[in-house]
């Protein structure tokens, strides 16, 4: 009886292990002499990269550190071919994945939770910031991760917080475009970072309080490139947005869903501005983002006695929370509990949920997630 056991167990080694359930995305594995091993997701080797390499002797020559003796300049050697490795290791390499399971609760098969820090960074967020349907979206994520969850992140997530948001940055600085929600999402974090810094000994802060210094420096950096931000005009001979007709304009500011959006195109005609101010559009944008009995309690009229709808708007934003919309969203499976990027073209064309669903109605068992309701699934 112990032969084919002893057996079984040497084979079950060489064999890929795709994970505790079968769930699971697993891990990816590559076939090699001496049997399977894990591939590992990073940027680039740095054991085998021989460019990395850094000589002892060399270091302590360039470096002046022959002035040590011993133990002392091996120590101060590792720590600047530390710092070196680290600040050639600023390109992310985390797992991007399409979709991931959610667990709250230890099972039989898996043991464990998944927590923010780790959808965050198992989550492919670098390339969903390059859809222009999921860029809001994920700044709207990253907003609320600044305000209430920056403590909760790991280390590994923190900094792979910053790159997305790096990114970003640079992405907004190349097209300019957006650059109004981004100054928001800065302001918060820097408020929040400002916070944490003035009461370290109060709150948790992983890493030394110089990191997260030089962290607070690069964000007022960022905030004074996208204030100096110019926005060149455009030098066109073709048809413009004043060319054409009234209908087709009004038409236009129906479609948009910000108010800062509306009143920001109505300076740039006159046209505009009076179109802009139509008491029809705001009262289609109130009724977008608010509920009737809403208008009943904070019911607004002009002086000929007319229900001033702009005012409205304006007065119930400071009571209720807006409505989200949203090109693109993450998704929830109810049946399977992951939570995935729906690709869109996959799913026309494949019919594809964009994940691997047992379901019989893949359909019926997705559910859109929100910014907040994703922080919310990590919540336990």
């Not at 070196?84 to 399971?101: A, C, H, L, R």
Request: aromatic residues 12%; positive net charge.
């Amino acid at each position: 009886m112990c032969k084919p056991l002893c057996h079984v167990t040497r084979c079950w080694w060489r064999m890929p292990f795709l994970g505790q359930d079968w769930r699971s995305p697993g891990w990816s594995w590559i076939k090699t002499e001496d049997g399977w091993k894990r591939f590992e997701f990073f940027g680039h080797d740095l054991g085998d990269d021989n460019n990395n390499e850094l000589d002892l002797e060399e270091l302590c020559d360039e470096n002046k550190e022959n002035m040590y003796v011993g133990n002392v300049c091996e120590v101060v050697a590792k720590k600047r071919k530390k710092d070196f490795v680290n600040n050639n290791t600023k390109t992310q390499f985390f797992y991007q994945e399409k979709w991931i399971y959610v667990q709250k609760e230890s099972t039989r098969e898996r043991h464990g939770y998944c927590t923010l820090g780790e959808a965050f960074n198992r989550l492919d967020f670098s390339s969903a910031i390059q859809d222009v349907r999921r860029f809001n979206y994920v700044v709207k994520l990253l907003q609320l991760i600044a305000r209430s969850q920056l403590t909760s992140l790991s280390g590994a997530a923190q900094k792979n917080y910053f790159n997305v948001l790096e990114k970003i940055i640079n992405k907004v600085l190349d097209d300019q475009q957006n650059p109004r929600l981004i100054k928001d999402l800065l302001q918060d974090l820097s408020s929040t970072l400002c916070t944490l810094i003035r009461e370290v000994g109060k709150s948790v802060l992983v890493g030394n309080i110089n990191i997260w210094v030089c962290r607070l420096e690069t964000i007022l950096t960022w905030q004074q490139q996208l204030n100096n931000l110019q926005i060149p005009k455009q030098l066109t001979n073709g048809m413009t947005l004043s060319d054409l007709p009234l209908h087709m304009q009004n038409n236009i500011l129906y479609k948009f869903s910000d108010a800062s959006d509306i009143i920001n195109l109505g300076q740039a005609t006159p046209t505009l501005r009076v179109l802009s101010e139509d008491r029809h559009l705001w009262k289609k944008l109130c009724q977008f983002h608010f509920a009737e009995k809403q208008f009943c309690r904070h019911l607004v009229l002009s002086e000929k006695g007319h229900v001033d709808w702009k005012l409205m708007y304006f007065t119930l934003q400071k009571y209720y929370p807006k409505k989200e919309q949203y090109g693109d969203t993450l998704h929830f499976c109810k049946h399977c509990s992951i939570l995935f990027w729906k690709d869109r073209h996959l799913a026309l064309l494949f019919k594809d949920s964009g994940h691997p669903c047992t379901a019989n109605d893949p359909d019926n068992c997705l559910m859109p997630v929100s910014p907040q309701h994703f922080i919310d699934l990590f919540k336990f």
